[in-house]
């Protein structure tokens, strides 16, 4: 074993002090928010609870969970979640994989067009009026088809596949008369774990917390997402707050402030829940898939 000199010593401490500078500057407001989530609100709205919470109270998490729409919105976005990460992934895997092979015919021009669109939209009112003309208004397709693919995964997947499938092991089965199908669910895709982890992260992530295309495309709330159930909430509570601070009465609306409050936290913690605790599980392959995925040849 190498002795280390000095300066790599101080190096190292110097490394480690950052690193842990960040941890406790990322940790600080996940921590903050949980506190602020089950403790007092006069506590939180005065500046007296930092991190540790005071006069424990979950009347935040009760008030958001007697609403029986946030169990028909976190149904409907683990649905939509579930399919719209199948269906990225259906498209995204396949069309990496065909970019990433060096006989493809056209690939310039896929690539000119597929990067073309990175840079210039359509904007909102055409693409409303596509979303509308093929009947997906008020569907739970309007969630999952807009956003079928993103560009900028393709291109990290065809690049994780440029790197990582050895090219002589695709020739070998080609060789043995193995079809282009079979190749890519046989061979590609048993080699390709940390990759495809990433990419269902990424999609699931952002079906998770979309509610743009709900707002613009959904008025039907049998099918809304739980993020905009939990907006109403959040609103109708300021409104509340607002409409008893003209009404006059000062201990209703201190009362309702503070409700106001908890349930602003409460509801943080309601959304990212699910991912906090799905994301460890995915973490190595997370960690993997992406610098595998940056190098390019």
């Not at 000119?112 to 009947?135: E, Q």
């Not at 193995?178 to 990759?195: D, G, K, M, T």
């Not at 709900?214 to 707050?241: G, H, N, V």
């Amino acid at each position: 074993m190498i002795n280390e000199v000095k300066s790599d010593r101080i190096f190292d401490l110097c490394n480690k002090l950052v690193v842990w500078f960040f941890i406790i500057i990322i940790s600080y407001p996940l921590l903050y928010i949980l506190s602020a989530s089950i403790s007092d609100p006069s506590y939180v709205n005065s500046g007296k609870m930092w991190l540790i919470p005071r006069d424990i109270t979950f009347e935040g998490f009760k008030r958001v969970f007697e609403s029986k729409d946030i169990w028909i919105g976190y149904r409907n976005t683990i649905f939509y979640t579930v399919l719209g990460t199948f269906i990225n992934l259906a498209v995204t895997l396949p069309c990496a994989y065909a970019l990433s092979r060096s006989n493809l015919v056209g690939k310039g021009i896929i690539m000119g067009l597929l990067i073309f669109t990175m840079f210039f939209d359509g904007g909102l009112i055409p693409t409303y009026l596509l979303v509308r003309d093929l009947g997906m208004i008020n569907t739970i397709w309007s969630m999952v088809i807009p956003n079928a693919a993103s560009v900028w995964n393709i291109i990290v997947t065809m690049t994780f596949f440029k790197v990582t499938i050895p090219k002589g092991l695709v020739e070998a089965a080609e060789v043995d008369g193995a079809s282009v199908f079979r190749i890519f669910f046989q061979i590609v895709l048993p080699l390709s774990a940390p990759i495809i982890a990433v990419m269902a992260l990424f999609y699931g992530v952002g079906h998770w917390n979309s509610y743009f295309n709900a707002l613009i495309y959904i008025s039907d709330k049998d099918i809304y997402p739980l993020q905009l159930f939990l907006r109403d909430i959040l609103i109708q509570q300021e409104m509340t707050a607002e409409l008893m601070i003209q009404g006059g009465n000062p201990e209703a609306i201190g009362e309702q402030a503070k409700i106001a409050s908890i349930i602003k936290y409460a509801i943080m913690i309601v959304s990212a829940a699910p991912l906090l605790i799905i994301y460890p599980f995915l973490q190595k392959y997370f960690l993997k898939g992406v610098m595998i995925g940056s190098i390019k040849e």
